[in-house]
């Protein structure tokens, strides 16, 4: 039962800035891909970054020089630092994990935490 534990989430203004955490759990060998997608009520999800092990992490153009994805090295977390937050930025963000491996040797596609909610508002 691996899980993907989330915070950070919370009501800021424009301009403002947030962190958010995660991480996984569930006798974890290794996680290929760890990222944050975001969905707003009516529109599909969509990727906000992700990184591949410890490569260099990729962002969507909406996000680029404003959010920071940092996953240490060897580590099984993942972080995404907000700046310059914009009203458009509201959205629940989800934590995402790809290929995962846990240590008894089970393969798990794709696993999602549940979702914090960012909103940004004056």
């Known amino acids: 039962q691996v899980q993907l534990a989330e915070s950070g989430g919370g009501l800021v203004q424009p301009g403002g800035s947030l962190r958010l955490s995660c991480a996984a759990s569930g006798s974890i060998f290794s996680i290929e891909t760890m990222g944050w997608y975001r969905q707003v009520p009516g529109k599909q999800r969509e990727l906000v970054a992700n990184?591949?092990?410890?490569?260099?992490?990729q962002y969507a153009d909406s996000v680029k020089g404003r959010f920071k994805l940092t996953r240490p090295y060897a580590t099984n977390t993942v972080s995404l630092q907000m700046n310059s937050l914009k009203p458009e930025d509201t959205a629940v963000y989800y934590c995402?994990?790809?290929?995962?491996?846990?240590?008894?040797?089970?393969?798990?596609?794709?696993?999602w935490g549940q979702g914090t909610l960012v909103t940004v508002s004056s």
């Open positions: 995402n994990a790809q290929d995962i491996y846990q240590i008894a040797g089970d393969r798990h596609l794709e696993v």
């Open positions: 990184v591949t092990r410890w490569d260099t992490p």
